[in-house]
């Protein structure tokens, strides 16, 4: 028995196949197979595999009849004969000692799963490959086994299943499976829901050992009808927590939150209602239906859910679609146009000194390497554990030894603690006229916001 079954669903990604291949198939943990679940391609990503498959005795093709990414993690699942579950995408990739890590930790805390951080990374012929480190929040804390039941809020901030390993008997006895609807959008949400459901003992790690792959046009989480994927998802969750009575009440409320804020992501990309085709104009009236229910079918809702964030954008909703799409386009509209001032404020300025490495200075980063308008001389922040390291291929320079010339401006990617630094800046002598906020850019915003050709798409 294998000590870890890799399930990978591929349908024509021959153009990312082999970086990601040679990642799993080079791990520093040998005992392991490699499960690829392929749908039917067409672009020569089979005969990829076949290659791979007939030099090493892992690989082990699996033929998908269904272009459905749950239904062939599914089948991968079935089929597993290891210890411990990992997943990969097939544009994506990982770090060679990936496995090894995270059975490190699984086996003697005997954890229901393990996750470690990721890095998104773009690629664009102008300036390469650009990694942007993620550590997001993490309610539980990180590098202590918890109770995921005990702390269900985390749930919300998770984003896919693929940065850790899962107990293969945990998932079978629990019968967790992925949401077979066609496509690949999103079926992973119910997955990690049944495991923050089922699992009693679980942990984050710190390391960066998954490599998300944040350029692929193709993915189907960039199509205008994302809608439809997250409210087939959203209502395949719902009922998952009705067939659980003793944990409806722990989990319904912050599915709800999450739902609201998938909803609003997912809006982005919807033409407006006066452009839109009837088929997405339906699934966003049934989404936004779902919704509606929530409030009116229960008596503690606003117990349940705490929605501060999103309470002015729920109350256009509950008033109309139409009233809801008149303030949210205009309020976006707005913040896009202030956005994109306060970037080309920053372009006139030959050098920038960006204080701050979370996911606003992994943002503006991104993008002013993307525009390559700017020096970026360096980075800083407090956090001395970040000084004279390399993050996103730009030195990390402790605070008291930056060097400011009149042609550089400082930017604190740090809203919060904005005046602190301000006054730190400061007092080490850099003028109050070169230290300004940065544009409040995160990090995923920050991949997205211009094309590879827009090199000054501004006003």
Known sequence: MPKISVIMPILNSAAYLRECMDSVVGQTLKDIEILPVDAGSTDGSLEILEAYASRDSRVRIIRSARKSVGYQYNLGLAEARGEYIGFVESDDYIALNMFEILLGYA??????????????FMDYPRVGRQMIPVNDEKYCGAGTVFNPQECPRQYIREIFICRGIYRTDFIRKNRIRLNETDGASFQDTGFILQAFMYATKALYIDDYLYYYRRDNQGASSHQVNTVRFEIDEVEYITDMIRKNPDLYRTFWGVNYIRAMERFLSSYERVPRISECEAEILRDVNRYRDYLMNGI???????????????????????????????????????????????????????????????????????????????????LSDNDEHKWNQNYMGIQVIPPMELKVDPETIVLIANRKYFYEIRVQLMDLGIPDRQIWLSPPIMRIRGTNILREGDILPLK
Request: proline share 2%.
């Open 107 to 120: 086996e003697p805390y005997e954890l229901d799963w393990v996750k470690g951080n990721y890095v998104c």
């Open 296 to 378: 009116t079918n229960r008596d503690d809702f606003w117990e349940l859910c705490e929605l501060s964030g999103q309470f002015r954008e729920l109350t256009w909703l509950m008033e109309s679609l139409e009233k809801f799409e008149e303030e949210y386009r205009s309020i976006e509209t707005k913040k896009d146009n202030l956005l994109r001032n306060g970037i080309q404020k920053v372009l006139d300025w030959p050098k920038v000194i960006i204080f701050g490495c979370g996911d606003n200075g992994s943002g503006i980063t991104s993008l002013l390497l993307r525009l390559n308008r700017n020096e970026i001389v360096c």
